[in-house]
């Protein structure tokens, strides 16, 4: 705390500030006796600058006033502001109990308010980034094994494709888009084809636009620790203009859309219309060795 003195002689005038109001009041030119020096307590939030630059000197501080040496009873504090005019402004009215426990709450309130969005959006990111993690992946299991390993134009190589649920506690129920149990897995490209030398084979492929949300005869149920297998005859590699008598390494690979750790009937209730609460990730299976010959010659 800093003390400043003030004469009643650098007084030039006093303004009521309560409730907005600036009441000019008359000047106070009184002597020494009459109106002794009064005593300024201010804090260290005073605020001052340069007057005889032209800028304004002001005081924000808490004012202790003395009218007389020989009162026992000080004035009530008040706020005092000097400007470049030297005008002294009294706020007599000092902030109420009510006043003070309402300011207090809303200071409290804006900073709850301010907790509040700082957490929703902490659960927001972590919600997302927590669904994006590849945690279906691990729990999906792709082997593939060779029905007929020899590709003609008029007979495809076969392969069978299993799919089996490491999970050996809960289902797992997977959207069959781009994976081996789609009924269009070998047009969409999802067998690799690989030569001798390990160059992959470019075949014709197919893209398709699926409308969302699909169908629920779309999602696979598999039981817990279970498998299901299905047969893919790889038309696309038997139709493709290749050396006859060449061999062909066929591996299963591609990414798991959506897969869920629930009964299909409770994915279709609860998740199928927005795909919600769905994992992902990728898959690769064995491989299995096929022969492309052309279509007059013996099994």
């Known amino acids: ?54 800028r304004a000197t002001e005081i924000s501080c808490q004012v202790d006033i003395h009218p007389d ?7 009530p504090q008040a706020s ?26 809303m200071s409290v309130l804006s900073r709850a308010v301010q907790l509040a969005f700082v957490a929703l959006g902490l659960c927001l990111f972590f919600s997302n980034l927590v669904a994006a993690q590849p945690i279906a992946g ?3 299991g792709v082997s593939v094994k060779s029905v ?7 007979k ?20 069959n888009w781009n994976t081996p149990l789609d009924p269009y ?44 297998k299905v047969k893919v005859a790889l038309e696309t590699l038997s139709r493709a203009e290749l050396p006859a008598g060449t061999k062909y390494t066929v591996t299963a690979t591609g990414w798991w859309q ?14 199928l219309q927005e795909l919600s609460g769905a994992f992902s990730g990728n898959f690769n299976s064995n491989s299995v060795q096929v022969t492309k010959v052309c279509s007059s010659s013996s099994p």
């Open 69 to 75: 040496k020989t009162t026992s009873t000080p004035e």
């Open 138 to 140: 691990p729990s999906l």
């Open 1 to 54: 705390m800093s003390e400043h003195l003030f004469s009643p002689d650098r007084i030039d005038s006093v303004q009521n500030a309560d409730m907005g109001m600036q009441t000019e009041i008359p000047r106070l030119r009184s002597t020494k006796k009459e109106y002794p020096p009064a005593h300024y307590l201010c804090d260290g939030r005073s605020r001052r600058t340069d007057s005889s630059a032209g």
């Open 258 to 271: 959506a897969v869920w750790d629930q009964p299909k009937e409770q994915v279709v209730q609860t998740h």
């Open 185 to 228: 897995a070998d047009q969409l490209g999802v067998f690799e084809v690989r030569d001798s030398k390990g160059a992959v084979v470019p075949l014709d492929f197919i893209q398709i636009r699926r409308i969302t949300p699909p169908p629920a005869s779309d999602l696979v149920e598999i039981k817990a620790a279970g498998s299901v």
């Open 80 to 105: 005092i502001k000097i400007s470049k005019h030297k005008h002294i402004f009294f706020d007599t009215s000092a902030p109420s109990k009510k006043e003070i426990s309402s300011f207090i709450k």
């Open 156 to 175: 495809p190589c076969e392969l069978e494709v299993t799919v089996r649920n490491t999970n050996t506690k809960k289902p797992a129920t997977v959207l």
């Open 148 to 154: 007929n390993g020899v590709c003609r134009t008029n």
